[in-house]
């Protein structure tokens, strides 16, 4: 497989042009179980965290300030509740929404969690689709203030700086 490398310093009107995409563009993140680490190991959502190794869910890898960095305009956010973690799986789900809805509350300049019919009717007609299956009733609100990435292409041609 070949790929590109990147300039360490994208021309200016190339940093223009994907900012003017990204301003333009509805960026949706459409799953993280970030809530099993604010649940169980007491993770702080609105601080920056180590970046984790591996699969570890009770690292925090998805939170306020990198969901603004990559300029995230919208989060789904999982609710995990099987039968290894609990016997009492709704009230186990109901739990962590009440958490969810507390942290949207306590974060409330960085995030609002999407509670009307109209908002959450019209992303529902959003034209992306989640990896995981499932309904999606419960939406985040982030507001993104910087965007930093590029844009990877798969079958062979590489990694290359967006338009």
Same mark, same amino acid.
């Given at each position: 497989?070949?790929?590109?490398?990147?300039? =360490?310093?994208?021309?200016?009107?190339?940093? %223009?042009?994907?900012?003017?995409?990204?301003?333009?563009?509805?960026?949706?993140?459409?799953?993280?179980?970030?809530?099993?680490?604010? $649940?169980?190991? $007491?993770?702080?959502?609105?601080?920056?965290?180590?970046?984790?190794?591996?699969?570890?869910?009770? @690292?925090?890898?998805?939170?306020?300030?990198?969901?603004? %960095?990559?300029?995230?305009?919208?989060?789904?956010?999982?609710?995990?509740?099987?039968?290894? @973690?609990?016997?009492? !799986? $709704?009230?186990?789900?109901? =739990?962590? &929404? $009440?958490? @969810?809805?507390?942290?949207?509350?306590?974060?409330?300049?960085? @995030?609002?969690?999407?509670?009307? !019919?109209? %908002?959450? =009717?019209?992303?529902?007609?959003?034209?992306?689709? !989640?990896?995981?299956?499932?309904?999606?009733?419960?939406?985040?609100? &982030?507001? !993104? =203030?910087?965007?930093?990435?590029?844009?990877?292409?798969?079958?062979?041609?590489?990694? %290359?700086?967006?338009?």
């Amino acid at each position: 497989m070949r790929s590109t490398v990147l300039s =360490e310093a994208p021309s200016r009107s190339l940093r %223009e042009r994907a900012l003017a995409l990204h301003a333009s563009s509805l960026v949706v993140d459409l799953h993280a179980d970030t809530f099993i680490s604010v $649940r169980y190991a $007491r993770r702080d959502i609105a601080k920056r965290h180590a970046t984790p190794v591996g699969w570890a869910p009770f @690292m925090l890898h998805c939170d306020l300030p990198r969901w603004k %960095e990559g300029g995230i305009k919208a989060q789904g956010l999982g609710v995990v509740a099987t039968k290894l @973690m609990t016997r009492k !799986p $709704r009230a186990h789900a109901l =739990e962590t &929404i $009440r958490i @969810m809805h507390a942290t949207a509350d306590a974060n409330a300049d960085k @995030m609002a969690i999407v509670r009307s !019919p109209d %908002e959450l =009717e019209s992303l529902r007609h959003v034209p992306l689709r !989640p990896w995981a299956p499932g309904v999606r009733d419960h939406y985040v609100r &982030i507001r !993104p =203030e910087l965007l930093t990435g590029r844009r990877l292409r798969f079958g062979g041609a590489g990694v %290359e700086p967006a338009p």
